[in-house]
């Protein structure tokens, strides 16, 4: 009689986004090559973005329900376009509160996840308070999912990694590029998901030439170029915890 391996549990990624764009610009590299390689990556979408990051649907004269149906099937195929299962909270933006009641839901989301790695927005950007508000709710809800006694449903969880991803103005947001992903090999998959975001098509450009900024930065960064392509593309990081390591690396 033999005995066959027990499957390891895939990791899993979870994404913590304001908006339902925010995941694609921001972080649809590590996204995509998280799926890439089997892992399972969840997308907490807290608003659709309705009010204040769909001015083209507004300019035609659409109205709230529609631009939010808009916006819920675009998110829904840029996510299934990286690889990846998405959950709308349908929580409201401009502005989108900080309540008790949507970190709770958050923990509920941590606790069945069960999250390796998770990735959100930085505690700053005085352009847009969603972006923080869904940053300190994700790093609360984080922390209570951790909590024995927390009053919510499944496991408690570890203590996984943050990483912020980068906001549309780094400068003035704090953000520093603290870890720069290579994401040469999904980039066109990145690219295709940011095609599905077609009320925001004014940024497909912006984020095109970012991810090839940051690939600049990266080859600069990694020492020895050998064997790196010419054109590299890469998504950049802040982490706001240490990392834990047993060699410097």
């Known amino acids: 009689m033999t005995h066959g391996k027990v499957p390891a549990t895939p990791r899993s990624t979870l994404v913590i986004t304001a908006h339902a764009g925010d995941f694609v610009w921001r972080a649809g590299g590590a996204i995509a090559l998280a799926a890439s390689r089997g892992e399972k990556v969840t997308i907490a979408c807290l608003t659709f973005g309705e009010r204040g990051e769909s001015a083209k649907a507004w300019r035609e004269g659409r109205q709230l329900a529609e631009i939010k149906a808009i916006r819920r099937e675009e998110a829904e195929r840029a996510a299934a376009a990286l690889g990846a299962g998405i959950v709308f909270f349908d929580a ?14 958050l923990v509920a989301v941590y606790r069945e996840a069960q999250p390796d790695v998770v990735l959100t927005h930085p505690l700053t950007d005085p352009y847009n308070g969603d972006h923080p508000a869904a ?3 994700a790093l609360d809800a984080r922390v209570l999912a951790q909590a024995v006694g927390y ?5 408690i969880i570890g203590a996984p990694p943050v990483f912020f991803f980068e906001p549309h103005q780094p400068e003035m947001c704090g953000f520093v590029p603290e870890v720069l992903l290579d994401i040469t090999e999904v980039w066109e998959t ?6 599905c975001l077609g009320a925001q098509q004014h940024l497909w450009e912006y984020y095109t030439d970012l991810g090839k900024r940051r690939g600049v930065q990266l080859k600069r960064n990694a020492g020895p170029n050998l064997g790196l392509p010419h054109t590299t593309w890469a998504e950049a990081y802040m982490r706001p915890y240490p990392q834990v390591t047993g060699e410097l690396a």
């Open 151 to 155: 009053p919510a449903e499944g496991e």
């Open 190 to 195: 990145k690219r295709k998901a940011m095609e």
């Open 92 to 105: 409201g933006d401009y502005p989108l509160p900080v309540t008790p009641e949507l970190t709770d839901r």
């Open 135 to 137: 940053a300190r709710m």
